[in-house]
């Protein structure tokens, strides 16, 4: 190994080390498991979501409501930074789900709802 390639490996291995640092990427919702899921389909891995009521994954499945609804999902995010000096805690509020239902006779359910959904303005790609 000449001296020239020793001392660039020497010099990546020393930026490297000094780089080390939290990333706050899943700020921006990026990393956060979005997927218009209630709370009970989130539970069950996503398995009943099509036949969730709450869940916004298919239309169909809000024949099965019942009753009139109005419901709010809050999944608070905790997150810690540590660094040698000193440590904080926050909180990031969620609301990954919201939805408002009314059944309309037999036949018709009237519904509206809004989801999250990972940002488009920021892209997160991973090449091999």
């Known amino acids: 190994m000449s001296k020239t390639s020793f001392a660039i490996a020497l010099a990546l291995a020393l930026i490297a080390e000094r780089s080390s640092?939290?990333?706050?990427?899943?700020?921006?919702?990026?990393g956060y498991p979005t997927?218009?899921?209630s709370a009970r389909a989130e539970g069950t891995g996503g398995g009943i979501a099509d036949f969730d009521p709450l869940s916004l994954v298919s239309p169909s499945a809000l024949a099965g409501v019942g009753s009139a609804?109005?419901?709010?999902?809050?999944?608070?995010e905790y997150r810690k930074v540590t660094t040698p000096?000193?440590?904080?805690?926050t909180i990031t509020a969620r609301f990954p789900?919201?939805?408002g239902v009314?059944?309309?006779?037999?036949?018709?359910?009237?519904?509206?709802?809004?989801s999250t959904s990972?940002?488009?303005s920021s892209r997160a790609s991973i090449q091999a």
């Open 69 to 76: 609804a109005v419901y709010f999902q809050y999944s608070p």
């Open 85 to 89: 000096t000193a440590s904080a805690n």
């Open 35 to 37: 997927g218009q899921l």
């Open 102 to 114: 009314l059944p309309m006779g037999d036949t018709w359910t009237l519904a509206l709802g809004s």
């Open 97 to 99: 789900v919201v939805e």
């Open 21 to 30: 640092a939290q990333g706050a990427l899943s700020l921006q919702g990026l």
């Open 118 to 120: 990972i940002e488009s």
